[in-house]
Every structure is written in structure tokens, then in C-alpha cells.
């Protein structure tokens, strides 16, 4: 398990987050002031710069509850609400589309190229706020200090610990579905055509060397995909062209998006009833949620705002059929923080809230950290 891998999950499935809000936001025609708002919010706080730097600091993945409560939070950073259902199905698109560009990505550092697709893009979504934009911009700059001196080898235990963390979830996607990448069942489907990666040849050649490492022979073979060199490396700094595709945005195009639980998922919900046993990094997930959601600068409307509630689904009907179909097991709903009951972790929350940065004053600022306090007993 590699220990450099959360700030590459945070941030993709962020990146995923942002993209699906957006579209959803104008599917809704929800007026544009709003939805400028609830965007610049929701990445003010994602790239607030004490959540980052604990978040970069090396430390084990958590458990999909853990990072989910995370994501909970992170989505109601602004006026917009999300129910239950909603919610489930905006963290189901987002782990799935991130796990179809982790397998596809040509080579494990390619990961990092699909990180900067998402914060470029990410970009395109702040308005009139110089602020934020740095923020994103400093993110950026944090990334390529940390990853672009690692080893191709460090990059593959990178990858590993992502497919380890997305095992078994196999949620069908209607997009997937209709460009034919992923099977009924919830299972990618990989191409065995298209760019080899950069710094390889196209298959269909075998060389024979002798023991003094002399080529002596070439024999050709026939592949059966229709393989192709890339033109050039994708661009590992703050700006240039990333060539790979993979991490911009799908939604850009106003397409339906359904979800759907594949029978596989499904065997997944009698193995949680199953699995009742104590889980031994519970107290060190909760010390992190601690040290995560005190980081996060929650806005609350100020006096004159409206809030409104954004519904994932084409329906409220639907919406509410999935709310009662869903497995409870696999709609996150067991993390419990009492962080009011231990005056430690009280004590660590007020100096992380203290610490934040506050640009200028907000209604019910001085209530943050009592509200802070309550959500979290309530999740």
C-alpha cells in the first residue's frame, strides 16, 4: 500500500464531483448566480490550503465510509442540499468513473496526468475569484513537488492501492453502458487498440539476442489490435498540453446518467451483513475524519440567501424509489464521531478551525465551531 496515494483519490473523485454538479446544475436550470455560487464554494473549501496540507501529509487510504463522510460534507459546502439518494448516486458516478480511467491509463504515472485533467478543468468552473483560483494553482504546484520525482516503481504501488480500494465495485453506468465500455454485469470493458504507451513500441516485433547481447534474429507476429505510437508525453507541468483524454470532463454534453447495481454488487450487501466484526482502524479512521472535517471551511448562507435541493435523478419519484431500493449497507450511514464526548479531539478541532484563514466576516461565523462540533456527532 503506497502512503501518497489519498491526495490522488481525494482529488480525482473531487474533479468527478464537481463535473457531475455542474451538469446537474444546468439540467435543473438552476438560475446562474446560484450555480456560480454553489461551485465556488464547494471548491473553495475542497482546496482550502490547511485541508490540503493535511491532506498531503503520507498516510494509509480509509475505508469507502470514511472518504464518503468526507464527500458528504464537502458537497453541502454551499446552498445547495442533496438527499440521501442523491448523494448515493453522486458518489457511485464518481468511483466508477474514476476507476475506468485508472484502468485505462497507459502507464501508473499516467495517473498524475489524469489528476491534472481534473484540477485544469476544475478551473473552468471558478468565477470572478482570483482567490480560489489560486488555491487550485497551488494544489497544482503542490502535486508536481511531490509526485514528479517518483519512481515508475512508486507510481505502480500508486495504482495498485487504487484498484485495491475500488475491488468489487462494479455500479453500471448508463454511459458506460451505451458507449459499450462497460458490460451488464459492471465489469470494464479494456481496449486492445489504440496509442501503446509513450516510451514503448507497438507489439508485433520479437527480437532474439545472443550471450554477448547481439540482436542475431527478428521474427514478426500479427497482434490483433490496431496499436499506434503517441505523438508526444503529456505535459507534468503546471500548464501544457496532457494529451491523454482521460480525467476531462464526459458530462460537458448533456447526457442522461443512470446507476444501476450489478448482481456482483449485490452479493457485496450479504457480505456486510456478514462481516460484523470489529474493525481495528476504526479509531485511527475516526482520528482522521477529525483531522480532515476540521480542515474543511464551511460556509453557511448568509441572512439574504435561499438554500435549494438538488436531485440527482430526472424525477423526485425516482429519487425516492431509489432511496427505498437501496441496500443500507451500501448507502454509508454508519460513521459515528463523537467528537464532543472526547475533549482531545475537541481540543484538536478548535486549534485546526482556529487556524483557518478568514477572508472576511460571515453570519454565524462565530457558531462555526459548535456547528462543526454537532454535525459531526450527527454522522
Known sequence: ??????????????????????????????????????????????????????????????????LRTVYDRLAHASIMRLNQASMDKLYDLMTMAFKYQVLLCPRPRDILLVTYNHLDTIKDFISDSPGILNQVDETLRRLIETYNCLSDGEFQLIRQTLLIFFQDMHIRVSIFLKDKVQNSNGRFVLPISGPVPWGTEVPG??????????????????TAGNYVIPQREGSFELYGDRVLKLGTNMYSMTRPVETH??????????????????????????????????????????????????????????????????????????INIEATQEPGRREELSRILGELEVTEPRPGSAEKGEDLLALMDGL
Not at 1 to 12: A, D, E, I, V, W
Not at 205 to 222: C, D, P, S
Open 261 to 334: 447495481m450489478s448482481r456482483s454488487s449485490k452479493k457485496l450487501v450479504s457480505q456486510a451483513k456478514e462481516n460484523i466484526a470489529p474493525n481495528p482502524l476504526a479509531k485511527e479512521e475516526l482520528n482522521f475524519l477529525a483531522r480532515l472535517l476540521g480542515g474543511l471551511d464551511i460556509q453557511k448562507p448568509a441572512g439574504g440567501e435561499t438554500g435549494f435541493r438538488l436531485n440527482l435523478f430526472t424525477t423526485d419519484e425516482e429519487e425516492e424509489h431509489a432511496a427505498q431500493t437501496r441496500p443500507e449497507e451500501l448507502s454509508y450511514k454508519v
Open 1 to 66: 500500500m503506497s502512503s501518497r496515494t489519498l491526495p490522488l483519490l481525494f482529488l480525482n473523485l473531487g474533479g468527478e464531483m464537481l463535473y457531475i454538479l455542474d451538469q446537474r446544475l444546468r439540467a435543473q436550470s438552476i438560475p446562474g448566480e446560484k450555480a456560480r455560487k454553489v461551485m465556488n464554494d464547494i471548491i473553495a473549501t475542497m482546496f482550502n490550503k490547511k485541508f490540503i496540507e493535511e491532506l498531503f501529509k503520507p498516510q494509509d487510504l480509509y475505508s469507502k465510509k470514511a
Open 205 to 222: 516485433l520479437i527480437r532474439i539476442f545472443n550471450h554477448k547481447g547481439v540482436e542475431v534474429k527478428r521474427a514478426e507476429f500479427t
